[in-house]
């Protein structure tokens, strides 16, 4: 009898390894200023499978209603390990959003992620050297929006309450793979 409790669950617990290895990842980049590598996991482990299946084309709104409701199971069974609803909701939102774009322009995305690492090089460059993430983020920001707009000057553009400032439009993959690629360069301590 113990043989058996011991087999089936040594079996569950290879068929979970195995399931999750094969689940697409929550890209750093994606998760909230806020999020931890603990509760990136725990999203992963709870709609892995569903980035998979928007990497083989299923539409963000059914994907989307799908990871919501995964998640607000989980949060109330209480097998989130303490992160609650809005930070595990957030991460898996973006997450959805990012490989739903990512599946319906993959080579913008090729294209965009050469050409943000040519306009940042100096800046991934300092973060390599240990640089503040914070600040060198907000460089390559800048670096983006005067990419798009040669007159922007975030110290004047950027004055007052957030909703009055005047920030050139771009496409949200390029500050995406713009984080990207500085979280890449980011020594591990």
Not at 12 to 32: D, G, K, N, Q, Y
Not at 37 to 54: F, K, P
Request: net charge negative; glycine share 6%.
């Amino acid at each position: 009898m113990k043989k058996s409790k011991i087999f089936a669950a040594t079996l569950t617990a290879i068929m979970t390894l195995s399931a999750t290895a094969l689940a697409a990842e929550v890209p750093r980049e994606m998760a909230s200023a806020s999020s931890t590598d603990e509760s990136i996991a725990v999203t992963e482990n709870l709609i892995g499978g569903i980035m998979d299946e928007i990497l083989a084309s299923e539409g963000y709104g059914m994907a989307s209603a799908r990871a919501d409701t995964i998640i607000r199971k989980a949060v109330i069974a209480r097998q989130t390990n303490g992160y609650g609803y809005g930070i595990l909701a957030a991460t898996s939102q973006n997450a959805i959003r990012y490989y739903r774009d990512l599946y319906l322009r993959p080579d913008y995305y090729a294209s965009e992620e050469e050409r943000v690492k040519g306009l940042i090089a100096d800046i991934i460059t300092d973060v390599q050297n240990g640089k503040d993430y914070n600040v060198v983020l907000d460089k390559a920001y800048t670096r983006v929006y005067q990419a798009a707009n040669h007159a922007y000057n975030p110290d004047v553009d950027r004055i007052g309450n957030f909703c009055y400032w005047d920030i050139p439009p771009v496409d949200a993959a390029s500050l995406t793979i713009a984080r990207k690629l500085l979280l890449a360069a980011t020594p591990t301590e």
